[in-house]
């Protein structure tokens, strides 16, 4: 896979989660801000490789700048789009993911977490989300698994403050 930066793509993400089987919990109000530097693409032996590369990440940046402006279908299209070139780019899938999420369709954004997180598990906002997809979808156990994972890799890059939030909600998952 090749990696290619793109450094002007930022994501930000809005989180919050009611679920009614956790007892009505509300779940803290957190401003998720990943900023997504690289996105790799599987390389591609045919002659077209280039073309098919530079427009899957055409189709990340537009799926992200759609996200950004919180035109969550328009932007799970596009990341429809990535994964249709590109079916191993986790980015697509974790944009898709994160898409549903917004959209409350915590099953499908599960299923693109689980995929995002199975190409490459160091996405520490895969797990994040990942966890508050489960603790919507009632899976106490595997929210504070991913939580806690996420806690992990939020530390390891060095962002305490995601960490904390990460812990703050397993705190609240295991009280309620």
Do not use: C, H, W
């Not at 793509?9 to 007892?23: C, G, K």
């Not at 980015?91 to 993911?97: D, T």
């Not at 520490?124 to 991913?146: E, V, W």
């Not at 939030?165 to 309620?176: E, G, P």
């Amino acid at each position: 896979m090749k990696a290619l930066k793109l450094t002007s793509a930022i994501v930000l993400l809005s989180f919050m989660v009611i679920n009614p089987r956790v007892n009505a919990q509300e779940l803290p109000n957190t401003n998720v801000t990943p900023q997504i530097e690289k996105f790799q693409v599987e390389s591609n032996p045919n002659p077209n490789s280039r073309e098919d590369e530079q427009q899957a990440v055409n189709y990340l940046k537009q799926g992200f700048n759609l996200f950004q402006n919180k035109n969550y279908p328009e932007a799970i299209k596009a990341f429809n789009e990535v994964i249709k070139i590109q079916p191993n780019n986790q980015y697509g899938y974790f944009g898709r993911g994160i898409s549903y999420f917004q959209l409350k369709q915590y099953q499908l954004a599960k299923t693109d977490l689980d995929k995002t997180i199975e190409l490459d598990n160091s996405i520490s906002y895969a797990y994040f989300f990942r966890g508050a997809s489960n603790g919507a979808l009632g899976n106490r156990k595997d929210a504070i698994t991913d939580l806690e994972t996420a806690a992990r890799l939020f530390d390891k890059d060095g962002n305490t403050e995601l960490a904390q939030t990460s812990r703050d909600v397993i705190k609240r998952l295991r009280n309620a």
